[in-house]
């Protein structure tokens, strides 16, 4: 070894990188939540009037923190409402998802039947399909069967979302059980149905609930479906705190920049809790679907 | 598992023929009709998407914004794993501080790291402590790039999970024996770390998961053609998704070309499907080498 360096000054870059990753994850969650509380940084740099930037005069009012945007985004506005749409609305799609996608996924993870590797194959070339493919045709066929604008038709359209990730997460810890356990329980003279309901669904529940978390997330994230197949009964929330945007495309500076930063930064606060809760299995779960 | 397993997955097939299989057949007959009730026209509604340059224009806009997003998530995700390998205390804290921009919103992403926000506070710290020229956000030189960054910012924490756990699975021997040798802290992570994670069909499929992903891409250009007042279908901040949209919601000619529409859908999905197709190769021939 021949290290002289004190210690601190060799962890000195690491630490360095750390502060930096630091910074660049989580200023921009952080200026969303000022922002939305009224608070701009701003004239702690440039200190409070008018300053010129080149000839161009430059106005900067001063910080006045106020959390109006997020009481009345709570209280006033139809942000329960918002929310009380997107859960059910994801609520759900998952539960179609997983009732295909358990079965599915056992099958994917078991099976050496020919056509079930297959389905994998298949699930990643869909993923390539645009939302417009799919919507427009869905659009059209909502608007004459009336599932426009109703829970159970974008819960349907989002299953277009969940599907492959249940299947492909779950394959993947389904995989994991160990083949001797199969084994043992057919030896002992337990039938196909009793080893699926007995053995492998409970030693992957975590994994099932874990797999769940993250398809709602990323469906109470989405927003391009959401703002084609929702109108003023099924609105989402991550549409609903845009309502200044997806209204008046092209008017976005009539929106209230700091109600969508509160608006958004209630959103993110549950996103954020429940990712937190799962992120071992998240980790476990990406690998295992993709070795599989 | 006998026949069975064919019990099993007909929920599944039975949801992406309704979903997937249905719509897209829709699509396809779509785009070969005349919208309006004039019947088959082949392959004209495709004559008259390749006709317009802006479809050409958005459609490289979405391979560029796809390929960059893809590469920096997964460079930035690395470094976040190493990152994380090396600290000693707080791993926890720092993991669960990097993991946040994967809960927020994509459109939020569009909308935090835009002028108003992040760029406002940017510019006069740059401007009034460090006495610099105010950034031009503005120009396409800048928002492109911070398109490409605000949306690798939202999928690096998925890569760095994955590169901890390709890192996890290293056994702790071949780090040891590389200590024992006298590599620096460094010089381990470019000869064992690296090699483990691009060796990695994990990283390889993630990486095609992401091109896959942006190619679709629509809520951060979004939000910044609205900050750069880009409303017009064919501006510079037009992914594929988005120029659809704008088609969709304020079609230039007054009637919704809904042909057209899916007709450039069908165009998206087999350029994405030809170049998953070719990244799934050059991964195979990587990981020969």
Redesign the interface.
Known sequence: MTNHKPSVLRGLPIYLGLALAFLFSFWPILVMALEGADIDLGPIFSGRGISYVAGVPYYSGGIYPSLANYRDALLLGNFPRLVFNSTSIAVLSIAIALVAGIPAGYTLARSKLRGVGAIGFLLLALRTVSPFAIILPLYLTYVQVGLFDTTLGISLAYLVIDVPVVVWMLSGFFSEIPKSLYEAAESSGANERQIFWRIAVPSVAIGIAATAIFAFVLIWNEFLIASLLTASVTKTVSVGIWSGVGEGFGGLKSANWDEINAGGTLAFVPAYAVLLVVRRYLARGFSLATTS | ??????F??V??L???A???I???A??VN?SLNDFGGGGFVGAANYATLFSQSAFLAALSTSVLYSSGSAALSTVLGI??AY?LT??KRGRGF????????????????G???AP???W??LN??W???LGQ??FNVTSYNLFFPIMVL?DS?EWA??MM??A???LA?VPKQVYEASEAF?A?KWRTFTSVSIPAIVNS??IH??II?RF??A??T??IP??WS??L?Y?HPGSPTDT??LY???L???PPSGIIP?PV??A???V??AV??LA?GLLFSLMRGLRKI
């Open positions: 598992m006998d026949r069975s397993a064919y099993l997955i929920p599944l039975a949801i992406l309704l979903v997937e249905y719509p897209l829709v699509s779509l470094l976040f990152l090396r600290v720092f993991e669960s501080v990097f993991l946040m921009p994967l809960a927020a919103a994509p459109i939020i992403a909308v935090v790291w108003s926000a992040i406002d506070d006069t710290f401007h009034f402590v020229q105010f605000s910012w924490p998925m999970l994955i901890l756990s390709v699975s006298g620096s069909p994990v499929f993630m998961i896959v992903d190619m679709r629509f809520e979004f939000a609205g900050w007042s409303t594929l998704s659809l949209f704008k969709l919601l304020i809904i529409i899916s450039a859908a069908l998206l999905l994405t499907l998953t």
